[in-house]
């Protein structure tokens, strides 16, 4: 009697099982959060001070510095509207100058920086008044080792907040710094003004995967590929008699 070569069905759930299992590992999720300060208990002049240390309630990032926060209640020379013509205020932070801010989280987890939103300190503070529009630099600190870095020009002629993309290299972050100077410092690119102050509002973050879910993710779909792949292989059976 001759043998043939017969392949087994497989279960119908197991390529569902495979794709399912490698679509989790192209799309871990990260944790988003967005960062927004109106959780700030103002005074009845709309502005707090907040002096080494503002944490973000439920998302474990910290700001590290001195600021004023401003919000509703607060002179209009001082509150920038959320966006162009939005007429809507919410509570934002103006670093004091001069000095450093330091974003990390409370976990030291590496983090990707998407986005922020900037204005200028003052409503007047203007080229029209001899203030250059302000140039803020970010310095992103690799958990791996070395810095990467973005200079954004808030340069809207309004008095509302812009929101800032960052690069794609902001990702795998340990830290991010960025410096507010000190109010009266003679800009060196422009002869006759001073240095531009600012202030900004909601922060946009992704906390990135640790390794170990991410691998717990590649050992899901290594096994699912497994036993689908022993599942396929060819048995002996049997050939029908012919004739």
Known sequence: MSLSLRTPRTRRGLPLAL???LLGLASTPSSASVLTFDDIAL???GTANVFGLY???GSGFFLAGDFQARGAGATSSLTPE???GSGMITTS????GPGLVTLTHEDGLPFELVSIDL???FQFNDPSAGVSFPEVTFTGILAGGGTVSQT????QEGFFFRTFAFSGAFTGLAAVTWEQPAFGVP???NPGRILGLHQFDRIAVNVVPEPSSMGMVVLGALGVAAGLTRRRRPALAPARASG
């Open 119 to 121: 204005a200028r300190e």
């Open 93 to 96: 932070l103006a670093p004091f």
């Open 82 to 84: 959320t966006s162009e």
């Open 152 to 155: 954004f020009s808030v340069d």
């Open 187 to 189: 800009d060196p690119n």
């Open 43 to 45: 005074g009845p002049d």
């Open 19 to 21: 794709a399912l299992a």
């Open 55 to 57: 944490e973000d309630p």
